[in-house]
């Protein structure tokens, strides 16, 4: 059975920073694409960033490009996304997932909050 925990995530004011992360077992994922997503209130479920499984190519949705980082550790089996100078409209449950074919298995999400 695998699992993706989520942790890192609060309450911070705009301008500020968290570091997310996300603890996989059950798979290794260093085969695998690792990407994580967020879901405001009322929204839909949307992309955020994606890394491939040795940590060469990533990707982004335009509106965090260049304040948001994706990495990933193999050997602790966990991917991180570090997000920098955070807007209100980030505000919204994170999402971890692991993709073979598609994106498979998700996490349970953990909260983000950024005040104005």
């Known amino acids: 059975q695998v699992q993706l925990v989520e942790s890192g995530g609060g309450l911070v004011q705009a301008g500020g920073s968290l570091r997310l992360s996300c603890a996989a077992s059950?798979?290794?994922?260093?085969?695998?694409?690792m990407g994580w997503f967020r879901q405001a209130p009322g929204k839909e479920r949307e992309f955020v960033a994606q890394?491939?499984?040795?940590?060469?190519?990533?990707s982004y949705r335009d509106s965090v490009r260049g304040r948001f980082t994706i990495s990933r550790d193999n050997a602790k089996n966990t991917v991180y996304l570090q997000m920098n100078s955070l807007k209100p409209e980030d505000t919204g449950v994170y999402y971890c997932a692991s993709k073979s074919s598609n994106w498979d298995y998700w996490g349970q999400g953990t909260q983000v909050t950024v005040s104005s």
């Open positions: 059950g798979r290794t994922i260093s085969r695998y694409f």
């Open positions: 890394i491939s499984w040795n940590g060469v190519t990533t």
